[in-house]
């Protein structure tokens, strides 16, 4: 049998094509041998210093809280607590589109089986240089031109790949969420592959 392999995803809790894949890829973990990790990157962080429409500007303003929330729960319980974290937080916000806020991380975290009080990290900048890093560490091999999703994966040659993408709406489920996770981890996996993309007609689609 196929030894089960680590494969990591960077998200920002905000983003509602990084929240869809990431529901792909549990999907994959129970269809192939992965064991899915995820990890904080952030938009705001991304985005910083650059010349923005003022109502994406006030997402980004907003969106320091959800990350700092994350990483100070990865701090405190470990990154295991990442993954049920996110699982709160992308179901508030994508399905119940909550109003992002400390009503909603409060909930979240409860939810998640964590301390509410570390809700309170949203208006924290003690955890930023441990998110930036993070950040960096999620980004660095796919660089600046791209958002989130961003996952890495061990390739063919056993060497780590990392890419933006896929982007995707439905999720698919079953067996359909392993065969498109071969063909990506295929087209990643070839050395010059950059760039496939199309027209996006359909918006986030959470089902």
Known sequence: MTERVAVDMWFDPICPWAWITSRWLLEVEKVRQVDIRFHVMSL????????????????????????????????????????????????????????????????ALTEAGLDPQLAEAAESTGYDQALRASHEAGMRPVGTDVGTPVIHAPGPDGGMVAFFGPVITPAPKGEAAGRLWDGVLLVAGTPGFYELKRSRELGPIFD
Not at 77 to 93: C, D, F, M, N, Q
Request: charged share 25%.
């Open 44 to 107: 705001s962080v991304l985005n910083e210093g650059r010349d923005l429409p003022e109502q994406y500007q006030e997402l980004m303003r907003t969106g320091w809280g959800p990350v700092r929330i994350c990483i100070a729960a990865e701090q405190r319980y470990g990154s295991e607590a990442v993954a049920k974290l996110y699982t709160a937080l992308g179901t508030r916000i994508h399905l119940g589109q909550e109003k992002l806020g400390p009503e909603l991380f409060a909930a």
